[in-house]
């Protein structure tokens, strides 16, 4: 069974940064694509970036270019996203999601339908 567990997030001042984590259960990393979305109160999910990482293929999204870190540990099997300088319009629900893909992918995408396995969201609130 796959699972992704997220943790971190919470409460962040403006200018800030925030470090997320996926522990991914039932596959490897080296197995899946990675990939980060967020939604806000009334608003569509949103991409924000992606990672293949057998090959270190790495992907974000424009709005959030240059704000955004994708690391991973493989002992520890977890994926994590890093937002800096963040502001109270990065106030959402952010969440990992995962694609099993072969030894040969060679690429990701930051499209919400790609992904089956999803993690439970985790909340960062941008306020001072």
């Known amino acids: 069974q796959v699972q992704l567990v997220q943790s971190g997030g919470g409460s962040v001042q403006p200018g800030g940064l925030t470090r997320l984590s996926c522990a991914v259960s039932?596959?490897?990393?080296?197995?899946?694509?990675v990939a980060w979305f967020r939604q806000a109160p009334g608003k569509e999910r949103e991409g924000i970036s992606c990672?293949?990482?057998?090959?270190?293929?790495?992907k974000y999204a424009d709005s959030l270019r240059g704000r955004v870190i994708m690391s991973r540990d493989y002992p520890k099997n977890t994926a994590f996203l890093q937002v800096t300088s963040l502001n109270p319009e990065d106030s959402a629900v952010y969440y990992c999601?995962?694609?099993?893909?072969?030894?040969?992918?060679?690429?990701?995408?930051?499209?919400?339908?790609?992904?089956?396995?999803w993690g439970q969201g985790t909340q960062v609130t941008v306020s001072s």
């Open positions: 039932g596959l490897t990393l080296n197995d899946i694509v």
């Open positions: 999601a995962a694609l099993q893909v072969s030894d040969r992918y060679g690429d990701c995408f930051i499209r919400t339908e790609t992904y089956p396995y």
């Open positions: 990672i293949w990482n057998r090959g270190s293929i790495v």
